[in-house]
């Protein structure tokens, strides 16, 4: 069964940082995850993904520097590992899966969403 599972969301102050967990069950090598958030009266925009077969990755260019994915195919996890977070940053982020090899973070071209899970950086 395919399974996309978020978690490790939460209230950070400005400048914290979180980490973000994906528990990805059902997915092979041949495949490629994904993260995501919509923000408050915005639309769901694409923020990294990670090759499974490889840890190739690819990063908004808004999120370069301060956002760090990675994964742990033992553990069947991606994770998203964000710094300096900024109130902007507050959104429900989700993680989506993909079959095949391309890396993108166009929201269109996933299948399998998670639930997602709740940022909020306040002071």
């Known amino acids: 069964q395919l399974q996309l599972v978020e978690s490790g969301g939460g209230l950070v102050q400005p400048g914290g940082s979180l980490r973000l967990s994906c528990a990805a069950s059902g997915f092979t090598l041949d495949s490629v995850i994904g993260w995501f958030r919509r923000a408050p009266g915005k639309e769901r925009e694409g923020v990294s993904c990670?090759?499974?077969?490889?840890?190739?990755?690819y990063y908004a260019d808004s999120m370069k520097g301060r956002f760090t994915i990675s994964r742990d195919n033992a553990k069947n996890t991606v994770y998203l590992q964000m710094n300096s977070l900024k109130p902007e940053d507050t959104a429900v982020y989700y993680c989506a899966a993909r079959r095949g090899q391309v890396l993108t973070i166009a929201t269109s071209r996933y299948d399998y969403w998670g639930q997602g899970t709740q940022v909020t950086v306040s002071s």
């Open positions: 990670i090759r499974s077969s490889d840890g190739s990755t």
